[in-house]
């Protein structure tokens, strides 16, 4: 490969003159073929900028999808010969589930139910139109009406009073027990605590709707209503915790966060760590998965340290699924590491546009070893049956990708320093850990399991921008962490907010009974 050469402007222009009379010296061959390798080099400098760039305005607005249907469409309609994008992905075969897109009844399980009975008939009537058959109840029909009100609503009772004329004394009408003993109802806290922490509705937004419906609820009210809940709640969290430690699979990763007092004491102590992160842990048991949040001046590594500090000695090490970043494991616990594959397979989607052969072939690749484990998923395979099957049919794909990289870097057909060569060493530096899935069974292919609960912390710090205060930050932590922990196991997260808060007292008794999963038995 040519180097580039630096050449002046008039030894161009004589240059120019001699390739037009056709009088060409000695090394002027040498000349344009270095002068065709600036300009090479300079096309795929821009392009890195541009994949530079185009990994910049993902992290700032976000990607709307890295499907292989998606990097791969604009090359499929280029090679299809009729016009037609032709599948090329193994998820291009699965036929898309068919539906109508409406709710069933089973849907609305927040909606007040009303039951209309027949104005004319009953069980056992003689059928009016064959006047032989006796009628039986049937299906109900459903009929839905929708009401516009403010998240919070309020009653105001006007208690009418009489005052004597003589002596003063007032005389008011007696509150009626409907009105109950609380002014907030036991429904209010986690209607904001969800709005918040759930949806990313800050408190002055929410503040400002419930004056544009005339039920005004100031900002400071909504946090001292949900600071109390929190308190309440504190013993299910740490149970939580507990619980969670004994996983056999542990998801982890950092997004960052502010907290404004912290801030304010890094900078006034002259803290040597000067970053804030919000930790996303997912630990998996047997059947259920717990999503914890921990926000602070601490990476991933060490608040999933303290987490395994909870766990019981007897336990085997666990699996950890991670990126390959060394701050997100737990010094002094031993883990079975594996390397997160979506995170691979992200560097070659991002640099698809300047190596589009060489990064297809890595996206299909990957896209069959996918499509098995979502086979494998919908087939209901226990993980030993999983391992099994990925061995049988997804190793010899994943051997013949690694000689394919090896290759790729020993022949040089990519350069180390380009941005495929790095794509390349990133997956060849970390190919065990990307691989565990082949070797122990549970191991999973990737991260987006925490990937997906960090975009609650995300869509929160979008809207509210900043925690106040470490208290602040923890009650947060606390009502993520049970509200995505309801998301993972199929539990409406309002039921289980507000049964919780109806039944407070009996909370701190045994927390273990109040868990998501099983907290419905303990209610009777």
Known sequence: MSE??????????????????RRLLEGDFDLIKAMAESIRRIRHVLQEKDASIGRLVKMIFGAKTESAKNVLKKVEKEEAPSGKPQPTTAFSGIEKKKGHGRNGKEAYPGAQKKWIAHAEFSPGTLCPGCFKGRLYRAEPGVLLRFVGTAPIQGTLYELEKYRCNLCGEIYAAKEPEEAGEKKYDETVA???????????????????????????????????????????????YVALMDLAAQGFLFHNDDTPAKILALLKEIEQEDLERKGLFTTGVVSVLSDRKIALYFTGNRHAGENLKDLLGRRKAE??????????????????????????????????????????????????????VYYHDELARERNMDQNERLCFHKEQSAFLMEELKEWLDRQMGERKAEPNSSLGKAIHYMLKHWGPLTLFLRVPGAPLDNNVVERA???????????????????????????????????????????????????????????RWLPWNYRPAIS
């Not at 161009?12 to 390739?19: D, G, N, P, Q, S």
């Open 190 to 236: 986690p209607t904001i605590a969800i709005l918040k922490y759930g949806n990313g509705l800050p408190f002055y937004r929410l503040e400002q709707l419930q004056r544009s419906y005339g039920v005004p609820l100031p900002a400071s009210t909504q946090w001292e209503i949900v600071k109390a809940l929190a308190l309440l709640l504190y013993p299910v």
């Open 315 to 368: 336990l085997p090490p666990p699996l950890q699924m991670c990126d390959a970043l060394s701050r997100n494991l737990p010094k002094d616990f031993i883990t079975i590491l594996g390397n997160c594959m979506g995170h691979a397979r992200r560097n070659f989607v991002d640099i698809f546009s300047i190596f589009p052969e060489q990064c297809r072939h890595v996206i299909e690749v990957l896209g069959k």
């Open 454 to 512: 960090l975009k609650r912390v995300v869509l929160h710090r979008k809207n509210s921008l900043f925690f106040k205060t470490k208290n602040g930050a923890l009650v947060g932590d606390l009502f993520m962490s049970l509200i995505q922990t309801c998301h993972l196991s199929g539990v409406n997260p309002f039921h289980y907010l507000a049964t919780l808060n109806r039944h407070a007292s009996d909370l701190f008794k045994d927390p273990k």
């Open 4 to 21: 580039p050469i630096a050449i002046t402007d008039e030894e161009m222009a004589a240059f120019l003159e001699r390739v037009d009379a």
